[in-house]
Protein backbone atom coordinates (compact mmCIF):
# COMPACT_ATOMS: atom_id res chain seq x y z
CA UNK A 1 0.00 0.00 0.00
CA UNK A 2 1.25 3.50 -1.28
CA UNK A 3 2.21 5.87 1.73
CA UNK A 4 1.25 9.80 1.37
CA UNK A 5 4.66 10.62 0.26
CA UNK A 6 4.77 8.05 -2.36
CA UNK A 7 1.59 8.99 -3.73
CA UNK A 8 2.46 12.70 -4.35
CA UNK A 9 5.53 11.96 -6.74
CA UNK A 10 3.60 9.01 -8.44
CA UNK A 11 1.01 11.30 -9.39
CA UNK A 12 3.64 13.87 -10.99
CA UNK A 13 5.23 11.13 -12.91
CA UNK A 14 1.53 9.92 -14.67
CA UNK A 15 0.51 13.90 -14.85
CA UNK A 16 4.32 14.37 -16.88
CA UNK A 17 3.90 11.01 -18.91
CA UNK A 18 2.85 11.70 -22.70
CA UNK A 19 -0.35 10.19 -23.88
CA UNK A 20 -0.43 6.84 -25.16
CA UNK A 21 -1.09 6.39 -29.15
CA UNK A 22 -4.53 5.13 -28.70
CA UNK A 23 -5.61 8.91 -28.23
CA UNK A 24 -5.56 11.94 -30.60
CA UNK A 25 -4.86 15.43 -30.05
CA UNK A 26 -7.81 17.14 -30.53
CA UNK A 27 -6.70 18.87 -34.00
CA UNK A 28 -6.08 15.36 -34.97
CA UNK A 29 -10.08 15.13 -34.84
CA UNK A 30 -10.70 18.55 -36.16
CA UNK A 31 -9.90 18.02 -39.66
CA UNK A 32 -11.95 20.73 -41.39
CA UNK A 33 -11.02 22.04 -45.15
CA UNK A 34 -10.30 25.46 -46.19
CA UNK A 35 -13.60 26.04 -47.33
CA UNK A 36 -15.30 24.90 -44.41
CA UNK A 37 -13.58 27.73 -42.03
CA UNK A 38 -15.22 30.10 -40.73
CA UNK A 39 -14.62 33.29 -42.52
CA UNK A 40 -13.78 35.87 -39.24
CA UNK A 41 -13.15 40.27 -40.20
CA UNK A 42 -14.93 43.11 -41.63
CA UNK A 43 -15.15 40.95 -44.86
CA UNK A 44 -16.96 38.04 -43.69
CA UNK A 45 -20.24 38.98 -44.97
CA UNK A 46 -20.61 42.52 -46.37
CA UNK A 47 -24.05 45.09 -44.48
CA UNK A 48 -26.88 44.33 -46.24
CA UNK A 49 -28.57 47.04 -48.26
CA UNK A 50 -32.13 47.63 -46.87
CA UNK A 51 -33.05 49.94 -49.80
CA UNK A 52 -35.52 47.71 -51.56
CA UNK A 53 -37.48 46.79 -48.50
CA UNK A 54 -37.84 50.29 -47.31
CA UNK A 55 -38.85 51.15 -50.72
CA UNK A 56 -41.65 48.59 -50.61
CA UNK A 57 -42.76 49.35 -47.42
CA UNK A 58 -42.93 52.71 -48.17
CA UNK A 59 -45.42 52.07 -51.47
CA UNK A 60 -47.57 49.83 -48.96
CA UNK A 61 -47.86 52.65 -46.09
CA UNK A 62 -48.48 55.48 -48.85
CA UNK A 63 -51.25 52.59 -50.36
CA UNK A 64 -52.92 52.32 -46.71
CA UNK A 65 -52.84 56.29 -46.43
CA UNK A 66 -54.58 56.90 -49.53
CA UNK A 67 -57.13 54.04 -49.08
CA UNK A 68 -57.77 55.60 -45.63
CA UNK A 69 -58.45 58.47 -46.27
CA UNK A 70 -60.33 57.82 -49.89
CA UNK A 71 -62.51 55.59 -46.84
CA UNK A 72 -62.89 58.68 -44.70
CA UNK A 73 -64.00 61.38 -48.10
CA UNK A 74 -66.23 58.60 -49.55
CA UNK A 75 -68.21 58.28 -45.79
CA UNK A 76 -69.38 62.43 -46.04
CA UNK A 77 -66.88 63.45 -43.17
Known amino acids: MLQ ?7 AVERAVEP ?6 SVQGRCDVSESDQRDIGR ?3 PPYDHSGIVVV ?3 WLAFYVIAAI ?3 IASGN
Open 19 to 24: PTGGTR
Open 70 to 72: HTF
Open 57 to 59: ASA
Open 43 to 45: DAS
Open 4 to 10: HADALPL
